[in-house]
């Protein structure tokens, strides 16, 4: 088991253009969980999936974001039209909906995103 | 809406020194309280899961504790290490039977130093 991964580790674009982020997690976790951070703040949740079905999303997911998890495995995640305020952590984050350490969230390493 | 105080925002300490860290949730409906140790510009690494109807979890020399009436909890670390020095985060998801989420409300962490 090598934890949850992230790709890329960091992203570099100009304001405007899109971006998208993947997640693995650690495998046999069926829910997977993104979160945004900012320097000096914790993280805040922007969505959470169980399998493929997508059944939360925060009011800071705006129409320019979107997530996906189509086969339940790896989760993508995408910015659309980036702007100057979307440059944060990216943390993608999974968990057990049952079994040993059910309902305790595991993170990946993050994706750094810097627009300018 | 749960809003959660970790207090203090930094700490210093001489290596060797036992110290506790302190969290705050406003609502005390929650479902189990985790932290985490977030080392610089890296990714979140889970220390220990408090679920609702327990006081106290220990993982070697970390012990933390739980007061839900009083929207409580602390972190115990004895015997502090160079090693230590990190950013400690909690977090707390909401109970299923108050209409709770998945996901986890942080607070902004303390930043801890521990000095050679």
């Known amino acids: 088991d090598t934890g949850v991964s992230q790709n890329p580790r960091h992203k570099i674009t100009k304001r405007g253009q899109n971006v998208t982020f993947r997640c693995d997690p650690i495998?046999?976790?069926?829910?997977l969980y993104w979160y945004r951070q900012t320097l000096g703040q914790g993280p805040e949740f922007l969505t959470y999936f169980q399998n493929e079905a997508q059944l939360e999303k925060s009011r800071l997911l705006s129409d320019r974001f979107s997530a996906e998890r189509p086969k339940g495995s790896f989760s993508t995640l995408e910015i659309q039209r980036t702007e100057q305020g979307d440059s944060a952590m990216y943390l993608c984050?999974?968990?057990?909906?049952?079994?040993?350490?059910?309902?305790?969230?595991?993170f990946g390493p993050g994706t750094r995103l810097t627009v300018t | 809406k749960q809003e959660v105080t970790q207090i203090p925002a930094a700490l210093s300490v001489p290596e060797g020194e036992n110290l506790v860290l302190n969290c705050s949730f406003t609502?005390?409906?929650?479902?189990?309280l985790q932290w985490f140790r977030q080392d610089p510009g890296k990714g979140l690494t889970s220390l220990l899961l408090?679920?609702?109807?327990?006081r106290e979890q220990t993982s070697g020399r970390l012990n933390a504790s739980l007061d839900k009436s009083s929207g409580r909890s602390t972190l115990y670390i004895a015997a502090s290490q160079p090693g230590d020095s990190a950013t400690y985060l909690c977090?707390?998801?909401?109970?299923?039977?108050?209409?709770?989420?998945?996901?986890?409300?942080f607070g902004k962490g303390t930043k801890l130093t521990v000095n050679p």
């Open positions: 495998s046999e976790h069926n829910r």
């Open positions: 977090a707390v998801k909401r109970s299923q039977a108050q209409g709770g989420s998945e996901k986890l409300v």
């Open positions: 609502d005390s409906a929650i479902y189990n």
């Open positions: 408090i679920q609702s109807s327990q």
């Open positions: 984050a999974s968990s057990l909906a049952m079994g040993a350490h059910w309902n305790e969230q595991y």
